[in-house]
């Protein structure tokens, strides 16, 4: 028999919500190079979360927060909306604390997203593809209405989603770097990543660039209006509650084949399998580092999931 206790032994974690974070942060050298550049391109890769995506964090803070709040018990069920990674990241946490779930999901989403969020346990609804996410957001606000025992994490109005990526991914990135960062480039979905690492990092970079990606068929930020669009993760088609637009110092738009051309570029120059609204955000850090004014300068660029939940997309057209 062993005579030492399980929870004695060095490296070891209660479950899997303790692997969330402390991410890597990678030098783009080569792809630097490729687009003859003389920035330093830093990657924060966040497809090292268990789930593959950078909104374990955020579903983590948002669920705990419910638990803690009386508006949780042993009835209750959660109904949210997203376009996937937030879901996938819903259904696996609710998966360990016995939580019914259901996903509100636009159709033309990933089948692998919706695939995935079932695998955990969840159900899945789906809404029209014409409508985007906001379809989604106002299909579970209807299924949360007709049920007592409902409830919503409410992802583009909650707090706890900005507040994740202050107390964590901002602290990594000033921890990682030793607060050597001239510029921050994120794509915006519910705005909370760049929301939550500018607030927490102006503190102590006072002169930092924060800059938003947005995908150029779905215009919110720039010109005010919706549309749809193939880079799964960025635009609503609504400007959400928890983004902070004053945070903002400049936005690029990026087209849909070009998010796709910069995520397959990045595969085969850098060995980094990242989906498609990594690409934009690595399209717009690549625009920002070819700027004379950049040269010399660090820029740390979001990487939001891996490429494997985009096998049925035009990603993996070719």
């Known amino acids: 028999m062993l005579d030492y206790a399980i929870n004695a032994m060095p490296g ?36 090292f979360n268990p789930a593959g995506s950078i909104k374990d964090r955020p579903a983590m803070a948002m669920l705990t927060a419910l638990m803690e709040s009386a508006a949780f018990n042993e009835k209750t069920e959660i109904i949210e909306a997203s376009s996937g990674n937030n879901g996938v990241a819903c259904a696996w946490l609710c998966a360990i604390y016995g939580i019914k779930l259901t996903v509100c999901i636009p159709e033309h989403m990933s089948i692998e997203r919706q695939k995935l969020i079932r695998h955990y346990g969840a159900q899945v609804v789906t809404t029209p593809k014409d409508l985007g996410t906001k379809g989604a957001i106002e299909r579970a606000a209807a299924l949360i209405e007709q049920n007592p025992n409902a409830v919503g994490l409410s992802q583009f109005s909650n707090y706890a989603n900005p507040n994740a990526h202050a107390q964590s ?13 001239d510029i ?24 930092l660039e924060v800059v938003a990606v947005e995908p150029a068929s779905c215009p919110v930020l720039s010109k005010g209006h919706g549309g749809v669009h193939n880079i799964q993760g960025l635009s609503s088609g609504h400007v959400p509650d928890v983004l902070d637009v004053s ?30 609204s990594s690409g934009a955000a690595l399209f717009a850090a690549a625009q920002l580092a ?20 985009y096998f049925s997309t035009p990603l993996f057209a070719d």
């Open 12 to 47: 070891v974690v209660d479950d899997i919500t303790h692997t969330i974070g402390n991410t890597p942060l990678i030098r783009l050298s080569k792809f630097a190079a490729r687009h003859n550049v003389d920035a330093t391109l830093l990657a924060k890769v966040e497809f």
């Open 247 to 276: 945070q903002i110092n400049q936005i690029i738009t990026v087209e849909d084949d070009e998010a796709i051309a910069y995520a397959q570029q990045i595969a085969r120059v850098e060995g980094l399998a990242v989906g498609i």
């Open 184 to 207: 921050v480039v994120a794509g915006v979905g519910t705005g909370g990543t760049l929301t939550g690492l500018a607030t927490s990092m102006r503190a102590h970079i006072p002169h």
């Open 169 to 181: 991914t901002a602290q990594e990135l000033l921890r990682d770097t030793n607060g050597h960062i």
């Open 290 to 309: 070819q700027q004379p004014s950049n040269k010399g300068k660090n820029i740390v660029v979001i990487l939001a999931d891996g490429a494997e939940r």
